[in-house]
């Protein structure tokens, strides 16, 4: 099964709590302040993986935590920092948060995305110290991480991808020119999930090539295969278009896919194309193809049975794809960060005390106070001072 759709719930590690606590030394008799402070909470990243080529991991598992940081302790000591969460994705994933709205888009390899940061540590209550308190008996307690839930889609990056019916051929052309090796069979709808292939040129370059699952006249609207695979065809630079010339009018053909396209939108229609007239070795002469059509960038009449047109293909291939732009480095963030909230920093602090929690700032009422307490750690009977109030946590 090729997964190229999952919902994730992510919650970043939650800060570790600054110590409270005093120095005793042997001739010392009244030691100062030495809580250190608690680690960072772990983030969520997504990372790019060029190894990976589906989603298919997250059926496994939806939901990720990042490590919780460490609480400070005595003598001065740092808590350390929550363990960072890094899931691989395929290059090509894209992330909605709940609102839908594209958050980011991890094209190319290396790209990492932050989906949820850790809380930070609080502070020790060697931090509170002042000429005129000397004995801060209070220490902060750790912010809690983000969380959130967000819906992955993996939409294939491609230089070109192969459109066409079902047995044009696309397979077989896709084993002629790239690395890849898609199965080819002669009954239709063979591929059922997206092939990427590598193309090299003699020059060097690389193109990457998508074999999509062969498209029928309703494909737009869901019928046989190919309708749910369109979307992988949006990011491809060009379409080449893959016709059995030797099973009827190829231009007739062409329509068929052609209207799919339309009614597809998201700009497949307006795409450059080539047009692949395949199987000539079984024409008594060369097929012709008239279209009057400015998007038709190219015709070329091959066999992927005896190689002939395969080679002009394959060099056309790398003249009209433009040379991609300089490759971003392996610690690139990811191309675009369309939408990402800032996070809300918190009006209010939780100190613990000797006999429990202390809130300063601007607390909020009722349950989310709460929770915020139980978060930090409060249990029923523990002391929570708020402002000049006094309560017992229930
Ligand atoms: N004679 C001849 N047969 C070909 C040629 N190219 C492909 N075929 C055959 O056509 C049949 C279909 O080829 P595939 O490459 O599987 O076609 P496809 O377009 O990938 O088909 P789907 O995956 O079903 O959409 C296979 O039996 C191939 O061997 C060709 O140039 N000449
Ligand atoms: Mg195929």
Same mark, same amino acid.
């Given at each position: 099964?090729?997964?190229?759709? &999952? ?6 590690? *939650? ?21 250190? %402070?608690? /680690? ?26 990042? @490590?919780?940081? @460490? ?7 740092? @808590? ?10 395929? #290059? ?7 609102? +839908? ?16 940061? /850790? ?6 209550? !060697? ?9 801060? *008996? ?9 969380? &959130? ?8 990056? $491609? %230089? ?16 002629? #020119? ?18 990427? /292939? ?22 737009? =609207? ?24 030797? $099973?009827?009018?190829? $231009? ?6 052609? *209207? ?33 059509? =400015? ?14 047109? #395969?080679?002009?293909?394959?060099? &056309? ?9 300089? +490759? ?21 602090? #939780?100190?613990?005390? %000797? ?18 307490? !139980? ?13 000049? =109030? ?5």
């Amino acid at each position: 099964m090729f997964n190229d759709r &999952a919902r994730i719930h992510v919650q970043a590690g *939650r800060g570790g709590d600054g110590a409270l606590s005093f120095r005793r030394e042997k001739y010392v008799p009244k030691g100062g302040p030495d809580g250190g %402070d608690g /680690g960072r909470g772990g983030d969520v990243v997504l990372v790019a993986d060029a190894d990976l080529r589906d989603l298919s991991r997250f059926r496994r598992q939806r939901a990720f935590r990042g @490590g919780r940081g @460490g609480h400070g302790g005595g003598s001065g000591k740092h @808590g350390a920092n929550g363990q960072d969460i890094k899931l691989a994705v395929p #290059i090509g994933t894209q992330v909605f948060d709940s609102d +839908r709205n594209l958050v980011v888009d991890l094209a190319h390899a290396g790209a990492k995305a932050v989906l949820a940061r /850790g809380g930070s540590g609080g502070r020790g209550n !060697r931090q509170f110290a002042t000429p005129t308190r000397q004995t801060p *008996r209070f220490a902060e307690v750790g912010q809690p991480g983000e969380e &959130a839930d967000f819906e992955l889609r993996l939409k294939l990056l $491609a %230089d070109v991808a192969l459109v066409g019916l079902p047995n044009a051929g696309k397979s077989s052309l896709l084993r002629r #020119i790239s690395n890849a090796k898609p199965k080819v069979a002669e009954y239709p709808f063979t591929t059922l999930e997206p092939v990427l /292939g590598t193309v090299d040129s003699p020059d060097g370059r690389q193109l990457t090539v998508a074999d999509v699952p062969g498209l029928i006249e309703g494909a737009s =609207e869901g019928v046989g295969l190919g309708g749910e695979f369109l979307a992988h065809l949006e990011r491809a630079r060009l379409l080449a278009h893959v016709i059995d010339a030797a $099973a009827g009018d190829p $231009a007739e053909q062409f329509q068929t896919i052609d *209207r799919e396209l339309a009614a597809y939108g998201a700009g497949l229609d307006t795409r450059p194309q080539v047009v692949v007239l395949n199987k000539v070795d079984l024409l008594p002469s060369p097929p012709s193809l008239r279209l009057d059509d =400015e998007r038709i960038v190219g015709v070329y009449v091959v066999s992927c049975a005896t190689g002939e047109g #395969i080679t002009e293909f394959k060099r &056309a291939l790398f003249e009209l794809v433009p040379e991609p732009q300089e +490759r971003a480095s392996d610690d690139a963030l990811a191309d675009f960060l369309v939408y990402r909230p800032a996070p809300r920093a918190r009006a209010f602090k #939780i100190l613990r005390t %000797d006999r429990g929690f202390r809130v300063t700032g601007r607390p909020p009422a009722g349950e989310e106070l709460e929770e915020a307490l !139980r978060a930090a750690g409060a249990k029923s009977g523990d002391e929570v001072e708020v402002g000049e =109030e006094v309560l017992e946590f229930q």
